[in-house]
């Protein structure tokens, strides 16, 4: 009965990485085994480089692994048959008996073995031989026949060690293999560089004993090429560690900002550099010093699709600039600035002009970074930026005032200043009793938040058709459409007559009749007084709204006028946070030119009537308010109506 021959040793050469990487995993099962690292380092340093790694330190009588285990493997290299196959099977039989271990005490454990047998020729052959025990030794270790092996793979291994304790400190950090892959990926080369490192010394000490005579060179070239693998990823593992390091050390100031200036910095700003940052009104570089004392409006976006938003924020920074000293619920209109920060995962030539098409058009600042913000960890942390354009605002201390004030501002612009939350609560309170009102005598007016509505009416028939047809005209010019400007419209009392009144009398029951009231019922009383002027007017009115923001309470007459010459202020409504804004700047003009044509009334009864004290309306359109009595003449009351119609 014939035997089975024994399975073929391969030839390490003819292995690819991962079947290396295969055959030596296999062979690791956990670090417990103890092995005094920096003791045996640094004695096995000094005998082969003649330099110690360590500083000089009494003599070690004892450490892990114990002398056996080094002559076990000393013995087990020097018993190595000649050809690479042995070499292969004697390294898998080390990779084996160090399982235990560490992969970087696995080379330095096999590198102390062969120092055993390289240290003890070394020395033998520096010896006089004068000393009969030396020579005897010299003898019987055969020390003529034998040479010490070229010190070309002592270099590279040290290398390889320091590369593997360096990958293992790291690892021993903990840090998150989200936040730093790359020390995952080592993992992949480091079984096999610890194969052709163990290789490389089984080989040497064959050469060493001489027993055979391989080419070192062969193996220092995979061993070089699998160091060189480790390498790059220790580079990129330095840069995501020092990404999470710069992180935690950002994270720990973010807390307590000393002001916004030093908020911003963790932000945007590296260490040791000044970014300047763009100014978009005077197209020139400024730096962050900028934002002291200031209150910032952080708009954070990508570069897609953000042109609403740009528009809307310029129109914004223009209203900031207008009448910059006017206070407001405490708050300086001059004090607030807007900082876009663009977000981009990968800058590239097609993502930087993107954005310097953008930086064209933009009127407030813009951080100009083309790489990845040091802070964008914090950014997606602290505010919760995802992709979706959002505008925090800060104040002078670098406090958040204000999470996202992005929807407020889209639904309430420069009325929602200073841009708090409690703005936004206040302005819907302001106008909720409106939209009661038109629920309660049941308009059927369907209110989203970015579409506009004029809700308008009138005893002028011909008035009223006029603006329909000019309303529906304009919701289909190809300006507006372009723009994406949604109109709709609503006629009050159209197709049900006995809406109008019980629609005036609910405005009309708004008005109180308490003698302390809060700033907000004087509001609405200054907003009723309006609307009530609005009913006077014999042509018509209307009002318009973008969700539930009324914009604007308008008199007939400018209002259809306003529609009529949409061709004179068209390009506007690109130019502008929106369709309203750059309405309301016509109509304001149409109502000057009214109003300077029908200037105040005041009416002489005559002296025969003199005891007569009668309720008169002012017969100005624009005005519409009760007359004040003064002796038997009537004056008109409009001069402290709201200027141009603001509400």
């Known amino acids: ?52 790694f360590a500083e000089s330190r009494a003599a070690v009588t004892s450490f892990h692994p114990e002398f056996r285990v080094l002559k076990l493997i000393s013995c087990q290299m020097i018993n190595t048959p000649r050809g690479e196959h042995h070499v292969h099977q004697t390294t898998m039989w080390i990779l084996q008996h160090l399982k235990t271990y560490s992969w970087d005490a696995k080379i330095l454990v096999t590198l ?5 047998e390289y240290g003890n020729l ?52 903990g840090y998150d293999s989200v936040e730093v892959p790359s020390l995952s990926d080592a993992l992949q080369e480091i079984p096999v560089l610890v194969y052709w490192t163990i290789a490389s010394i089984v080989a040497a000490t064959g050469n060493l004993v001489g027993v055979s005579d391989y080419a070192l060179s062969r193996f220092t070239e995979r061993l070089s090429l699998a160091n060189s693998n480790l390498k790059e990823h220790l580079k990129l593992s330095k840069n995501q ?82 009448n910059p000293k006017e206070v407001i619920k405490g708050f300086k209109k001059e004090d607030f600035v807007i900082l876009w ?87 819907t309170l302001k106008w909720k009793w409106f939209w009661d009102v038109t629920r309660k005598v049941n308009l059927g007016i369907e209110v989203k938040g970015d579409r506009y509505i004029f809700i308008y009416g009138g005893a002028d028939k011909k008035w009223v058709q006029d603006f329909t047809m000019a ?58 007084k309006s609307l009530l002027c609005l009913k006077q007017d014999p042509q018509g009115w209307a009002i318009l709204t973008k969700g539930y923001n009324v914009k604007l309470l308008g008199h007939g007459e400018p209002m259809y006028e306003t529609l009529k010459d949409l061709e004179i202020w068209k390009d506007k409504v690109l130019q502008k946070e929106g369709f309203d804004i750059a309405f309301k700047e016509y109509y304001d003009t149409k109502l000057k030119d009214m109003i300077a044509r029908q200037p105040c009334e005041f009416l002489n009864v005559g002296n025969e009537n003199a005891n007569v004290i009668a309720t008169i309306t002012c017969p100005n359109p624009t005005c519409g308010r009760v007359m004040d009595v003064t002796s038997v003449h009537y004056k008109c009351c409009h001069n402290d109506a709201p200027e141009n119609g603001k509400i």
């Not at 690819?16 to 690791?28: E, F, G, R």
């Not at 570069?303 to 528009?311: F, G, N, S, T």
């Not at 420069?414 to 206040?426: E, L, N, T, V």
């Not at 529906?472 to 009050?492: C, F, N, S």
Request: aromatic content about 8%; glycine content about 2%.
């Open 1 to 52: 009965m014939s035997q089975s021959k024994p399975a073929k040793l391969p030839n390490p050469f003819d292995l690819s990485d991962s079947q290396i990487l295969d055959k030596v995993y296999l062979t690791h099962l956990h670090d417990d085994d103890k092995c005094d690292k920096d003791i045996l380092l640094n004695i096995v340093s000094n005998v082969i480089l003649k330099t110690r």
């Open 112 to 116: 102390a073995a062969f120092t055993l």
């Open 122 to 173: 070394l020395y033998l052959i520096q010896t006089p031989t004068s000393d009969p025990l030396v020579n005897s030794l010299k003898q019987l270790n055969q020390v003529q026949n034998r040479k010490v092996p070229a010190a070309d793979l002592v270099l590279p291994i040290t290398e390889v060690l320091k590369n593997i304790q360096e990958w293992a400190t790291w690892s021993s950090v």
């Open 241 to 322: 560690i020092d990404s999470v390091e710069d992180y935690l050390t950002r994270k720990k100031a973010f807390s307590n900002p000393k002001d916004i200036v030093d908020f911003l910095k963790l932000l945007i700003q590296r260490n040791g550099s000044n970014l300047l940052i763009h100014d978009g009104s005077t197209k020139m570089k400024t730096d962050v010093e900028v934002f002291r004392q200031k209150h910032v409006l952080l708009f954070i976006s990508g570069l897609d699709r953000v042109r609403d938003e740009i528009l809307l924020l310029n129109s914004i920074h223009d209203r900031l600039k207008e």
């Open 341 to 427: 920060i663009p977000i981009v995962d990968l800058w590239d030539d097609e993502q930087e002009h993107k954005f310097n098409l953008l930086k064209n058009i933009i009127k407030f600042y813009a951080v100009e970074c083309f790489s990845e913000l040091p802070g964008l960890g914090l950014i997606r942390e602290k505010f919760n930026y995802w992709g979706k354009p959002i505008v925090p605002v800060l104040n002078p201390q670098g406090d958040s005032m204000n999470e996202d004030a992005m929807d407020l501002i889209f639904q309430w612009g420069i009325d929602a200043f200073p841009f708090r939350k409690s703005d936004g609560y206040d302005l």
């Open 471 to 528: 309303v529906e005209k304009t919701k289909r010019h190809e300006t507006v459409l372009r723009a994406d400007v949604m109109i709709e419209h609503y006629h009050l009392g159209k197709d049900e007559p006995k809406i109008v009144p019980r629609f005036w009398i609910e405005i009309e029951s708004k008005r109180l009749k308490k003698h302390h009231q809060d700033p907000l019922d004087c509001e609405i009383q200054d907003i009723v």
